[in-house]
Structures are given as structure tokens and as C-alpha cells.
């Protein structure tokens, strides 16, 4: 059974390409080894998506093409 990470005391840091007008707000928690946890900055306390680490580089290689 897979089990979400403590993420109690994470720091988030906010996307390089947040447009920082407030609307397209992404955080990303590191010190994860093996998954990469994401939220929407706007909604701190809302979900948190948590992504494997090979799907979350494959996104990440696709946006920044």
C-alpha cells in the first residue's frame, strides 16, 4: 500500500512560472526523495497532489519545451 507523505513541516516553494498576478499559483514541496507533492498556493490549505518522480520530470521536461 503506497502512503502519502508527511508533509506537516514541508517548504514549499512557488513555480518559477507563476505568473505571480495571482491566478496560476503552483508550490512544490521538496526533500521527497521519489515523489514530488504540488498545491495550488492560492488554497494552502486545499489538496495536495502527489506525483511519482519519473511522471512528475516527464511533465516537467513537456512544459518547458
Known amino acids: 500500500m503506497n502512503r502519502a507523505p508527511d508533509l506537516t513541516a514541508v517548504v514549499w516553494r512557488k513555480s518559477s512560472y507563476s505568473d ?7 508550490e512544490v514541496a521538496h526533500g521527497h526523495p521519489g515523489t514530488a507533492p504540488v498545491r495550488d ?3 494552502p490549505d486545499g489538496p495536495i497532489l502527489v506525483f511519482g518522480a519519473s511522471p512528475w520530470a516527464s511533465f516537467l521536461a513537456y512544459v518547458k519545451k
Open 20 to 26: 505571480g498576478g495571482g491566478t496560476n499559483c503552483l
Open 41 to 43: 498556493s492560492k488554497r
